[in-house]
């Protein structure tokens, strides 16, 4: 299950030891290897060979980060024991092993072929937890434990009761959840809640209705889980710290084309430590053209799925992002799933004076949802009085705003209210009377019936009192004209006509 375990050695940059595990509780059991890569002309040889540390062992061999980060603990469960093994790995080598005797015996009950050692056994990635798998037994196991990582003690077992053949284990990369496969069963891929106060009860199954045997669950460096079975796929949970089938499981995700997969996966560790700190956040639709993607721990070193070196990143196309952040030997990594949208178009204009009338202002893009700083909801809003007037345009998940100040201006026409008037007559309508509004370069000019000009003026003061040359002209009805130009019109001439009757 799990055959091989290579770490470098602590303190070394071209030593690496290389453990190995023998098959179905073997004589071999655990042994060690060391490779120096200096050797060879840089492709390495081994300068010790199959050194013999425990037999015989279940199929079960991992590595853990031990709490001061400068070394490890290699982990194996002895067989026909309840026995964990952790070999302290540093510097100086591996150690005395720390023993603790918890949990279940591993031994063969019955199939004589010593099946029951097979499944695996991961680590949590803060180093705090240890789950494994023990497959071929009539009633199959998982056993959740406490690990401690600064005195390798094992302790704490909880039995999770199983509905197959569990295989592979896998907690999520922020340690929340825990997932384990089946090879039989039709379990397919079950998810735990390690946060719930009956982690049992918590589980939900996360994978789709199908006859795939799965294998081995690993963390890859995108912070996906990558899941093993047979043929020429693999399939993935692409959001592993989310709860239930929020996590994403993806069918078929890896095609594997001309090689094949049977049940296992390389050991691949993803370091969690106090050092760094990496959260990209939950999955987000963008609404623009681009997106900076920043995995901050400034200083440290930096992978991206597209290759770029940088802390910042500058993304405009839809797909899902990685990041590995690495610093002192030790990394972090994280996945978030950008989509790009079409952002939505909005222009209500300049700022705009209107004499008079109404101002139609339009939101566009029709059959989307509209909010007016006036509290209308319609697409088309028709100002009537001066000020300035807001709208939010939404798809339900874009979000456009604009603003416009609209000014309405009097439009400025002379307002006649006298259609007649009796000359000197003591104060009381004996005149031809307007009232101005917004009105300059103005002329008010008298004519007869038959045209002949009696008076015109320019002075906004002065009013006609229904004589000519001196002498008051006869009673009967007299043409008026207005020109005059206004805030409104500016430059235009406009001109109003009318008849007074002088009584």
Same mark, same amino acid.
């Given at each position: 299950?799990?055959?091989?375990?290579?770490?470098?050695?602590?303190?070394?940059?071209?030593?690496?030891?290389?453990?190995?595990?023998?098959?179905?509780?073997?004589?071999?059991?655990?042994?060690?290897?060391?490779?120096?890569?200096?050797?060879?002309?840089?492709?390495?040889?081994?300068?010790?060979?199959?050194?013999?540390?425990?037999?015989?062992?279940?199929?079960?061999?991992?590595?853990?980060?031990?709490?001061?980060?400068?070394?490890?603990?290699?982990?194996?469960?002895?067989? =026909? &024991?309840?026995?964990?093994? #952790? @070999?302290?790995?540093?510097?100086? %080598? $591996?150690?005395?092993?720390?023993? /603790?005797?918890?949990?279940?015996?591993?031994?063969?009950?019955?199939?004589?072929?010593?099946?029951?050692?097979?499944?695996?056994?991961?680590?949590?990635?803060?180093?705090?937890?240890?789950?494994?798998?023990?497959?071929?037994?009539?009633?199959?196991?998982?056993?959740?434990?406490?690990?401690?990582?600064?005195?390798?003690?094992?302790?704490?077992?909880?039995?999770?009761?199983?509905?197959?053949?569990?295989?592979?284990?896998?907690?999520?990369?922020? =340690? &929340?959840?825990?997932?384990? #496969? @089946?090879?039989?069963?039709?379990? %397919? $891929?079950?998810?735990?809640?390690? /946060?719930?106060?009956?982690?049992?009860?918590?589980?939900?199954?996360?994978?789709?209705?199908?006859?795939?045997?799965?294998?081995?669950?690993?963390?890859?460096?995108?912070?996906?889980?990558?899941?093993?079975?047979?043929?020429?796929?693999?399939?993935?949970?692409?959001?592993?710290?989310?709860?239930?089938?929020?996590?994403?499981?993806?069918?078929?995700?890896?095609?594997?084309?001309?090689?094949?997969?049977?049940?296992?996966?390389?050991?691949?560790?993803?370091?969690?430590?106090?050092?760094?700190?990496?959260?990209?956040?939950?999955?987000?639709?963008?609404?623009?053209? /681009?997106?900076?993607?920043?995995?901050?721990?400034?200083?440290?070193?930096?992978?991206?799925?597209?290759?770029?070196?940088?802390?910042?990143?500058?993304?405009?196309?839809?797909?899902?992002?990685?990041?590995?952040?690495?610093?002192?030997?030790?990394?972090?990594?994280?996945?978030?799933?950008?989509?790009?949208?079409?952002?939505?178009?909005?222009?209500?204009?300049?700022?705009?004076?209107?004499?008079?009338?109404?101002?139609?202002?339009?939101?566009?893009?029709?059959?989307?949802?509209?909010?007016?700083?006036?509290?209308?909801?319609?697409?088309?809003?028709?100002?009537?009085?001066?000020?300035?007037?807001?709208?939010?345009?939404?798809?339900?998940?874009?979000?456009?705003?604009?603003?416009?100040?609209?000014?309405?201006?009097?439009?400025?026409?002379?307002?006649?209210?006298?259609?007649?008037?009796?000359?000197?007559?003591?104060?009381?309508?004996?005149?031809?009377?307007?009232?101005?509004?917004?009105?300059?370069?103005?002329?008010?000019?008298?004519?007869?019936?038959?045209?002949?000009?009696?008076?015109?003026?320019?002075?906004?003061?002065?009013?006609?009192?229904?004589?000519?040359?001196?002498?008051?002209?006869?009673?009967?009805?007299?043409?008026?004209?207005?020109?005059?130009?206004?805030?409104?019109?500016?430059?235009?001439?406009?001109?109003?006509?009318?008849?007074?009757?002088?009584?």
């Amino acid at each position: 299950t799990q055959s091989c375990v290579i770490v470098k050695k602590p303190g070394s940059e071209t030593v690496y030891f290389i453990f190995t595990a023998d098959e179905l509780a073997g004589s071999k059991g655990l042994e060690y290897s060391v490779v120096d890569m200096t050797l060879n002309d840089g492709l390495g040889a081994v300068v010790l060979k199959n050194q013999l540390l425990l037999s015989p062992i279940s199929e079960k061999l991992t590595a853990v980060r031990n709490k001061n980060g400068k070394g490890w603990w290699i982990l194996v469960h002895q067989w =026909n &024991s309840n026995a964990f093994y #952790s @070999y302290p790995f540093d510097a100086n %080598g $591996v150690g005395t092993p720390v023993i /603790s005797k918890t949990g279940s015996v591993h031994r063969d009950v019955g199939s004589k072929n010593k099946s029951e050692s097979i499944g695996y056994m991961k680590c949590s990635p803060n180093g705090k937890k240890l789950a494994e798998a023990i497959c071929y037994i009539p009633e199959n196991s998982i056993e959740v434990y406490d690990f401690d990582n600064a005195t390798g003690t094992v302790s704490n077992p909880l039995l999770l009761p199983s509905i197959g053949n569990a295989y592979g284990v896998s907690f999520s990369p922020d =340690n &929340s959840k825990l997932y384990v #496969s @089946y090879q039989s069963g039709g379990a %397919g $891929v079950i998810q735990y809640d390690m /946060s719930s106060a009956d982690i049992a009860k918590s589980a939900v199954r996360v994978s789709r209705t199908d006859s795939s045997r799965y294998g081995a669950l690993q963390i890859g460096p995108d912070g996906k889980i990558y899941i093993a079975k047979l043929g020429q796929f693999l399939d993935a949970i692409i959001n592993p710290n989310n709860p239930g089938k929020a996590c994403g499981f993806k069918r078929n995700y890896v095609n594997l084309r001309s090689m094949y997969s049977t049940f296992g996966l390389p050991d691949f560790f993803i370091l969690r430590t106090s050092g760094l700190k990496l959260n990209r956040g939950n999955d987000t639709v963008v609404c623009d053209k /681009s997106l900076v993607l920043d995995a901050r721990n400034k200083g440290a070193s930096y992978l991206w799925s597209n290759g770029q070196k940088e802390q910042k990143i500058t993304v405009s196309k839809s797909g899902t992002y990685w990041v590995t952040v690495s610093e002192n030997s030790e990394s972090v990594s994280d996945t978030i799933r950008v989509k790009f949208r079409k952002p939505i178009k909005l222009n209500l204009g300049k700022d705009t004076t209107i004499c008079g009338g109404i101002c139609p202002l339009d939101g566009g893009n029709s059959g989307l949802s509209y909010r007016w700083s006036t509290g209308a909801s319609t697409q088309v809003y028709v100002a009537t009085v001066s000020g300035t007037y807001a709208v939010t345009v939404s798809d339900g998940i874009c979000v456009k705003s604009d603003s416009v100040k609209v000014t309405f201006l009097s439009p400025g026409n002379p307002v006649v209210p006298v259609k007649e008037f009796k000359p000197n007559n003591g104060g009381l309508n004996d005149h031809f009377d307007y009232v101005l509004n917004d009105v300059f370069a103005f002329t008010v000019r008298i004519r007869t019936k038959r045209g002949k000009l009696l008076y015109e003026t320019n002075s906004m003061r002065k009013r006609w009192d229904g004589n000519f040359e001196g002498k008051e002209v006869p009673k009967g009805d007299y043409n008026w004209e207005i020109q005059y130009k206004s805030t409104c019109t500016r430059d235009k001439i406009m001109t109003i006509k009318g008849v007074v009757t002088i009584l």
